[in-house]
């Protein structure tokens, strides 16, 4: 009884922070207010190219929606908020009328977002509510944020309402929940290998014509770069720190995958066994690339089947793997999917658990797949297969709106197919099944254009279909409007 007591008294001392300490939490977030610029940290760092798709959606105030900044944690999402609040103050925006706000600042913990607007005005001694842009970061450390964001959408027409977080499964769950016709999602995923290159400044590798493919004058060199792509690009700062670049594992594991494996998955979905998932995902990370069947993995790890289904269904969600589903030599899809490949979205994150690969390693071929497919999982309107039957494989197919095949890839690390075409069989088998009259194999160094009876074979380095995979998907991306 005497503890209760004490319990008690201790809460009755607690003190909550006051009025005046929130705003000059403020104050101190927003130096703009003051200097009419954002700090030097931010303006010395490059832009991402996906930045050119972010900010015309701000300037949507015909649109009375709020903008969701989402995707995995260090993909440059903040930098990216900082760059566009500079891109405002630029624009002739007052200064004090640009809110920026860290949602996982305790100060502000469990303040509700229409409090916090309001504080803003009162910070800046402002009694309007028009013209505003407010920023919240970090925006799922707030509970029910969602509630909270559509309310500002409904009650203020005349401001314009950003949210970023790193949560990205959270945030996309109840974006699709309660944002309908409120929102629009923006996903940021780790770099691509065109932004890659154009972020440490190699664009002078490659030259663009009238061919569908770049050109490279020195393909060994754009493979060395490629291949630090694959061990250290997902995500911007690794790519340029080379302190980081020596222990890869202590940046990414700790500081990306365990955050999300052991805080943001379990505490939306309510995992228990947080070790279980953290070996299911690190044996689908050392096997990205590979087919595999929901049996094996049970087998394999002891875990039910029904548990692992959930478990790969959060992982997607988190943006950390994609799911390839499998088609039939007459790309027909199967009604259960009992088959099927999973990818990492991001090579790197082998790189962090395991270590580093070079050109001659065991995994490249299946490195190399995942890099290429991850620029492919940066579509939103584009869905890759893969085709198996009994006597053979086609690594991707692309279906058109009637579900038949447009083309078919193979992905190689070898020149080798090149002399030796008729070892390419499956790929002839498949396109003659569904009237293909070209395709694409790619190689190690080797670009050349053969033809086989009925089929044209056209052959690009791995790395110039990957960097061209990755540019065309940005320049042509959508963004999902709810």
Not at 222 to 249: C, T, V, W
Request: overall charge neutral; some cysteine.
């Amino acid at each position: 009884m005497n503890y209760v007591c004490i319990s008690i008294n201790v809460m009755k001392n607690l003190k909550a922070f006051s009025e005046v300490q929130i705003i000059d939490k403020i104050k101190f977030e927003n130096p703009w207010w003051q200097s009419g610029k954002i700090e030097d940290y931010y303006t010395s760092m490059k832009r991402r190219l996906y930045y050119q798709l972010f900010k015309p959606l701000i300037n949507q105030n015909q649109i009375k929606r709020a903008v969701v900044l989402m995707g995995p944690r260090r993909v440059g999402k903040t930098v990216m908020i900082f760059h566009l609040i500079q891109d405002l103050l630029d624009e002739g925006i007052d200064p004090r009328k640009i809110c920026y706000l860290s949602i996982d600042n305790p100060i502000y913990s469990g303040i509700r977002l229409e409090r916090l607007f309001e504080l803003c005005r009162i910070a800046n001694n402002d009694e309007t509510v028009k013209d505003y842009y407010v920023i919240f970061d970090e925006i799922q450390y707030l509970k029910d944020w969602e509630r909270h964001l559509k309310t500002l959408v409904d009650g203020y027409h005349y401001s314009s309402f950003i949210a970023s977080g790193s949560a990205a499964a959270a945030l996309r769950l109840k974006s699709n929940e309660s944002g309908a016709g409120r929102f629009t999602d923006f996903i940021l995923p780790p770099l691509t290998f065109h932004e890659y290159i154009d972020l440490k400044n190699l664009d002078g590798l490659v030259d663009w014509t009238t061919d569908d493919y770049c050109y490279v004058d020195d393909i060994n060199e754009f493979n060395r770069h490629f291949i630090d792509y694959i061990n250290y690009g997902g995500y911007p700062e690794l790519s340029l720190s080379k302190e980081m670049q020596a222990s890869p594992g202590r940046y990414v594991r700790n500081d990306i995958i365990d955050k999300v494996l052991l805080r943001d998955l379990p505490s939306l979905y309510g995992i228990q066994d947080v070790q279980e998932l953290n070996a299911l995902f690190s044996t689908i990370a050392y096997n990205s690339g590979n087919e595999f069947t929901l049996d094996e993995l049970s087998i394999g790890s002891g875990i039910a089947k029904n548990t692992i289904k959930k478990y790969i269904t959060y992982l997607e969600a988190a943006f950390l793997i994609k799911v390839i589903n499998r088609i039939d030599i007459n790309a027909k899809k199967f009604k259960r999917a009992n088959f099927f490949k999973i990818y990492l979205t991001n090579p790197s994150l082998r790189t962090a658990l395991f270590s580093p690969i070079g050109t001659n390693d065991d995994f490249i071929g299946n490195m190399v797949e995942t890099a290429i497919f991850s620029q492919w999982s940066h579509s939103t309107d584009f869905t890759p297969y893969y085709a198996r039957w009994k006597d053979g494989e086609v690594d991707i197919v692309g279906l058109n709106a009637k579900q038949k095949p447009d083309w078919a890839v193979e992905i190689k690390w070898s020149n080798r197919f090149v002399k030796s075409i008729q070892k390419l069989s499956n790929l002839k088998s498949f396109c003659a099944k569904n009237n293909l009259s070209r395709t694409l194999v790619t190689t190690l160094d080797i670009r050349e254009t053969k033809q086989d009876d009925f089929l044209n074979y056209e052959f690009y380095p791995a790395s110039i279909y990957c960097y061209t995979v990755g540019r065309n998907v940005v320049e042509n991306k959508s963004v999902e409007v709810k």
